[in-house]
């Protein structure tokens, strides 16, 4: 009758170690990082311009997904990208958050690259909202809709 018991409890706790090893820890963001409303007004200079974002991918994929992740959904170094809470904010939002970076808090600044790869950073950003699809279910729970 022992036997059986040890085995379940065997079990349980392969189930337990396997399940956290499959929890990744995502950084998350700290509340109260706003874009001024005077760079979250910009316009994306280059929005349209499909044929532009390859580059920006180019750039992601060499200065940030260290800490967001290869598909941005993040890391434990850096927050999700692909959220409703950051592909809810403007063009201009992102592109100042990525000029300034919050240092403190461990987002680098990339003001020292040419503004337009920064823009192409943003529309690459936005393609991974895109492809973080919101069932259409929960789409209307979220007012993404
Ligand atoms: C060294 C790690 C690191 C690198 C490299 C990095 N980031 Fe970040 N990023 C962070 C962290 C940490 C935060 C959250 C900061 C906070 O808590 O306020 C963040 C926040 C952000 C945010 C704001 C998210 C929000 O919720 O508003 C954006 C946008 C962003 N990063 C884009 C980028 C882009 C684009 C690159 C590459 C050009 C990049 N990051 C490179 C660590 C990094």
């Known amino acids: 009758m022992r036997a059986p018991v040890i085995f379940g409890v065997g079990l349980l706790f392969t189930a337990i170690v396997t399940t ?4 990744r820890d995502v950084r998350p963001r700290s509340d109260g990082w706003v874009a001024p409303a005077k760079e979250a007004a910009r316009g994306n200079p280059l ?7 390859a580059g920006g991918s180019k750039v992601f994929h060499q200065r940030c997904t ?3 992740g290869d598909d941005a959904t993040g890391t434990d170094r850096g927050p999700d990208l692909t959220t409703s809470r950051v592909q809810a904010q403007s063009d201009g939002a992102l592109f100042w958050k990525i000029s300034s970076g919050n240092t403190r ?6 003001s020292f690259l040419p503004e337009p790869q920064r823009w192409q950073v943003v529309m ?18 979220v007012g993404r809709k």
């Not at 690459?124 to 729970?141: C, E, F, I, N, Q």
């Open 20 to 23: 956290a090893g499959q929890t």
């Open 47 to 53: 929005a349209g311009r499909a044929d532009v974002e």
């Open 66 to 68: 260290i800490c967001h």
């Open 105 to 110: 808090k461990g987002m680098p600044t990339f």
């Open 124 to 141: 690459h950003l936005r393609s991974h909202g895109r492809s973080a699809a919101v069932s259409p279910w929960l789409a209307t729970r």
